[in-house]
């Protein structure tokens, strides 16, 4: 049982977490803080987070876990925001889905604190965005990479595979480097396909027509192309 989940980016993402959490009894208070106030408000009204914090910092001040959900080119200044509170009890997570750029934000941002970071790729999400589609069971069922360094604490690293294991996930550790050259593979280029499919198609003055033919294989393939942007990007 933690006392109390700091969660930066109310999304989603973030927002399922901390929903799976206070199902499974694994949590007693959610603080939360998104870039948008008027995400973490929305947060706070469908009962994702117990308290809105203005700031990163605030959102950990007296938590015992950390997840930031925030796009991968945000973690690094993420961390730096937060790493005075960051202690060796206290296991920071992320869900970013490429892990060695994250790794070496954590080992700039944190430096001698990054023992307590726990790299995590939930292999889950929708193609949808926004905390008004999160729910308690997108991590159940699913595969969760974690890729620890050997700078990470083993006593963080447990607590990482004991909180996604009690979550219903299927937890498997490897480098950040063989991760993201599986993955590259099997869910970035996909990604890129789909966004890079439908953008061209949007641009032709005879879209309409295109896509009055389009049947389920087309809708199968740029499903995908509804997902945030922003977090595909990076």
């Given amino acids: 049982m933690f006392e109390?989940?700091?969660?930066?980016?109310?999304?989603l993402m973030g927002g399922s977490f901390a929903l799976a959490l206070k199902r499974?009894?694994?949590v007693k208070r959610v603080v939360g803080y998104?870039?948008?106030p008027s995400t973490t408000d929305r947060a706070r009204q469908l009962g994702v987070i117990d308290v809105e914090a203005p700031s990163a910092l605030l959102a950990v001040a007296g938590a015992d876990i950390?997840?930031?959900?925030?796009?991968?080119?945000?973690?690094?200044?993420?961390?730096?925001?937060?790493k005075h509170l960051v202690t060796p009890q206290m296991l920071v997570m992320d869900v970013g889905s490429t892990k060695a750029d994250v790794v070496q934000a954590?080992?700039?941002?944190?430096?001698?604190?990054?023992?307590?970071?726990?790299?995590?790729?939930?292999?889950?999400?929708?193609e949808v965005s926004g905390v008004e589609h999160a729910e308690a069971e997108l991590y159940s069922g699913r595969q969760v990479i974690l890729t620890p360094t050997e700078r990470t604490l083993t006593a963080q690293l447990q607590r990482a595979q004991d909180i996604w294991t009690a979550l219903?996930?299927?937890?498997?550790?490897?480098?950040?480097?063989?991760?993201d050259n599986a993955f590259a593979a099997v869910s970035h280029l996909p990604h890129l396909l789909s966004f890079a499919l439908v953008h061209d198609l949007a641009q032709r003055e005879n879209r309409e027509e295109f896509f009055r033919f389009a049947a389920s294989g087309f809708r199968d393939f740029t499903r995908i192309a509804a997902s945030h942007p922003e977090m595909w990007r990076d």
């Fill in 168 to 179: 219903g996930c299927r937890v498997t550790s490897m480098s950040p480097e063989a991760h």
């Fill in 4 to 11: 109390q989940l700091g969660l930066i980016g109310c999304g």
């Fill in 34 to 36: 998104s870039k948008s």
């Fill in 106 to 126: 954590a080992e700039r941002a944190l430096r001698d604190k990054v023992g307590s970071f726990v790299p995590a790729h939930p292999i889950t999400g929708r």
């Fill in 66 to 82: 950390v997840l930031l959900a925030v796009p991968v080119s945000a973690t690094e200044a993420t961390l730096k925001a937060i």
């Fill in 24 to 26: 499974a009894g694994l």
